[in-house]
Each structure stands twice: as structure tokens, then as C-alpha cells.
């Protein structure tokens, strides 16, 4: 998304979350890859953020084992 490098790309980014916030809609910025990407939609208050950042997809097997390794924090997300 290159978002920390483009400033037409922030600017739209920026004017979809004031919208969102002014019709009392959450905003879910989806591929969200890098931290500089997190950093940006964190600091102009996007909601909810998902993507590469966080995990990389897993495999059905693989579920149960990160939800036990790190189900503190996926609580302290989903709250």
C-alpha cells in the first residue's frame, strides 16, 4: 500500500475514516502488511486493522496452537 510514502493514498485513507466517523460506521482496513501502514491507520483512528502485520495465514492444524500461544491478546483485541 506504500500509505507511510504516498500522500494522495493518505489523504483519501484519512477522509474515509473522518466519513466513516461522522455516519457512526467502523472502519476495517483490510492488507494491512507493513508496521509503517499500522503506525499511519492507528494514528488517524481506524478501527480495526487485519493483515499480514499481525500473522501470516495458517494452516487449519496450525489454528489451535496460535490461538493458545497468544489467546490473551486476541481477547484484548476482540474486547
Known amino acids: ?45 481506524c478501527h480495526y486493522i487485519q493483515g499480514y502485520v499481525f500473522c501470516r495465514p495458517l494452516e487449519v492444524q496450525d489454528w489451535s496452537g496460535f490461538v493458545s500461544n497468544h489467546h490473551n491478546r486476541l481477547m484484548a483485541t476482540v474486547v
Open 1 to 45: 500500500m506504500d500509505i507511510d510514502q504516498n500522500l494522495k493514498k493518505q489523504t483519501i485513507v484519512n477522509s474515509i475514516v473522518k466519513m466513516a466517523d461522522q455516519l457512526d460506521f467502523k472502519v476495517v482496513a483490510e492488507g494491512v502488511e507493513t508496521q509503517a501502514e499500522k503506525e499511519f491507520l492507528i494514528q488517524n483512528d
